[in-house]
Nanobody, 125 residues
Framework: QVQLVESGGGLVEAGDSLRLSCTASGLAFSAYTMGWFRQAPGKEREFVATISWRGRSTYYVDSVKGRFTTSRDNAKNTVYLQMNSLKPEDTAVYYC??????????????????WGQGTQVTVSS
């Protein structure tokens, strides 16, 4: 049974930082491209970032470039999303996802096979 479990969300003020983690089990983690998405209330799920299976390639939505960084530790079956200079518009539930597709932006949720349950990030102004 595949499980992706996110953690690290919380309530912060604008300008603060958070690091999200997503730990996988039940799959050959190092063979999967990993993605991060977010969904704000009343909005569609939005692509945030993708990282290749070795971590050598990353892709970001324009709105987070320069502020967010994704990385992974295949020995720990974990992918991370470091979020700096957070803004109120970053408020959303953040999800990690896994796909066997080769790394490229992979911006569509349908391109991912497995999903975590999400972790809430709230940024106050």
């Amino acid at each position: 049974q595949v499980q992706l479990v996110e953690s690290g969300g919380g309530l912060v003020e604008a300008g603060d930082s958070l690091r999200l983690s997503c730990t996988a089990s039940g799959l050959a983690f190092s063979a999967y491209t990993m993605g991060w998405f977010r969904q704000a209330p009343g909005k569609e799920r939005e692509f945030v970032a993708t990282i290749s299976w070795r971590g050598r390639s990353t892709y970001y939505v324009d709105s987070v470039k320069g502020r967010f960084t994704t990385s992974r530790d295949n020995a720990k079956n974990t992918v991370y999303l470091q979020m700096n200079s957070l803004k109120p518009e970053d408020t959303a539930v953040y999800y990690c996802a896994a796909t066997t597709a080769p790394a490229r932006p992979l911006m569509g949720p349908s391109e991912y096979k497995y999903w975590g349950q999400g972790t809430q990030v709230t940024v106050s102004s």
